[in-house]
């Protein structure tokens, strides 16, 4: 595999958010992805973890959402850690938590309490349903949160209850990457002479309603029909969507533009045998014929036929072969660091490019570390080796 200039030691590049500091209260799915997002960029992220694990319980070494982090333990229950985590604050430009709304009111490390120690503090907020409304204290998980916006009823065929995007979709589309935003939107405002901290309320339906605007739009000039598999871009195209090959395999085909459509089934060596594609009433059998032609060849060979085209048709691998992809492999866009295989950070930068510095963070291994470096009383925050304090009973939330 390619290796890549964001496969770095410590001393790499630092990328565009370095000097930028980053307090995180641990939590799993798009809160820790958020952080990671912003550690690749160069911003100095430091994890409060509980005493005793939080989360999904993978092994940490392998938790690649803590990458470029350092980790300090901290019981937010007990009599010192409102006033431990508040002291991190106040060194802070962000803190972001993902805990349901009042749980940090009731840890005393509410928006109030910490913009009052740090009036430039961006405090960012990631929730599925948001701060507000109805279902604000109800449970959810990404399902939940694309059923409601419309998302989830888009997805899959017609006559198939809908598709489930793994949670791309809602928490990590529709959640990291706009709390990613809304942070990096009112650090620039309080960096302004007369700015201030805020709160960024990032709600995973705010963000997944969001990204149907271009939907919304088509189908209020008339151009999508509110069912799936009846659509462009839903697999109601026979240009667009995937097709078995001979060995069970899937390409996926995106021949939209008709000049694009026209090299696609030359290549497929069946233009002379389909039915027009705009007549609409024939799509069926259009699609019965190229599923047909596609599974007289492997995935291989489909891949060979068409490459070097401007088709628009690619091989469906799995996540276990895209980091060998050979575009990917050029790219760079997998890395290999700590002898795990990752994908690198993105987007790119051609002055200050982001980098992978450090494996995922061990829950309380950096105590004494951050303590040098953010100019805190070490013999509270762990001595060499940095145990990060003492351990108390779990914190719950």
């Known amino acids: 595999?390619?290796?890549s200039q964001v496969a770095a030691t410590g001393n790499g590049p630092k990328g565009p958010l370095a000097g930028v500091r980053v307090v995180e209260l641990a939590g799993i799915g798009p809160g820790p992805f958020a952080a990671m997002t912003l550690a690749d960029l160069g911003a100095d992220v430091v994890r409060i973890d509980r005493p005793g694990g939080a989360g999904l319980r993978i092994d940490p070494a392998h938790d690649l959402t803590n990458r470029n982090k350092r980790s300090v333990l901290i019981d937010l229950k007990a009599e010192d850690g409102a006033a431990r985590v508040l002291d991190l604050v106040e060194r802070a430009d962000v803190l972001i938590e993902g805990y349901r709304p009042g749980v940090a009111e009731r840890l005393g490390i509410g928006p109030q309490e910490c913009l009052d120690r740090n009036p430039?503090?961006?405090?960012?907020?990631?929730?599925?349903?948001?701060?507000?409304?109805?279902?604000?204290?109800?449970?959810?998980?990404?399902?939940?949160?694309?059923?409601?916006?419309?998302a989830l009823s888009m997805i899959g065929k017609a006559d198939e209850p809908p598709a489930l995007p793994a949670n791309l979709l809602g928490d990590y589309a529709?959640?990291?990457?706009?709390?990613?935003?809304?942070?990096?939107?009112?650090?620039?405002?309080?960096r302004t002479p007369d700015g201030t901290g805020q709160v960024v309320d990032a709600a995973i339906v705010d963000g997944t309603a969001h990204l149907t605007t271009m939907i919304h739009a088509m189908m209020g000039a008339g151009g999508w029909q509110d069912r799936r598999g009846a659509n462009l871009l839903d697999g109601g195209s026979p240009f667009y969507g995937s097709y078995?090959?001979?060995?069970?395999?899937?390409?996926?085909?995106?021949?939209?533009?008709?000049?694009?459509?026209?090299?696609?089934?030359?290549?497929?060596?069946?233009?002379?045998?389909?039915?027009?594609?705009?007549?609409?009433e024939r799509w069926d059998e259009l699609r019965d014929a190229v599923a047909a032609r596609f599974r007289t060849k492997t995935r291989q060979e489909w891949t060979a036929v068409f490459e070097g085209s401007d088709a628009c048709v690619a091989p469906v691998v799995s996540l276990r072969e895209a980091p060998d992809h050979p575009h990917l492999a050029a790219r760079g866009t997998f890395i290999d660091h700590a002898g795990l295989t990752q994908p690198a950070p993105a987007p790119r930068f051609s002055a200050t490019p982001g980098s992978v510095r450090r494996p995922p963070a061990r829950p309380g291994a950096d105590g004494a570390e951050i303590a040098r470096d953010w100019d805190l009383p070490a013999?509270?925050?762990?001595?060499?080796?940095?145990?990060?304090?003492?351990?108390?009973?779990?914190?719950?939330?």
């Open 244 to 280: 078995e090959t001979a060995d069970g395999q899937y390409m996926a085909v995106g021949a939209l533009e008709q000049r694009f459509y026209n090299e696609f089934v030359e290549l497929l060596g069946i233009a002379d045998e389909l039915p027009a594609r705009t007549d609409f």
């Open 1 to 3: 595999m390619a290796t």
């Open 379 to 397: 013999d509270s925050w762990g001595g060499p080796g940095g145990d990060g304090g003492p351990a108390h009973a779990k914190e719950g939330s």
């Open 120 to 150: 430039r503090l961006v405090y960012g907020r990631m929730t599925g349903w948001g701060q507000d409304g109805p279902l604000a204290e109800r449970a959810g998980h990404d399902i939940s949160y694309i059923a409601v916006t419309g």
């Open 174 to 190: 529709g959640g990291a990457l706009y709390l990613v935003i809304g942070v990096l939107a009112a650090l620039q405002h309080a």
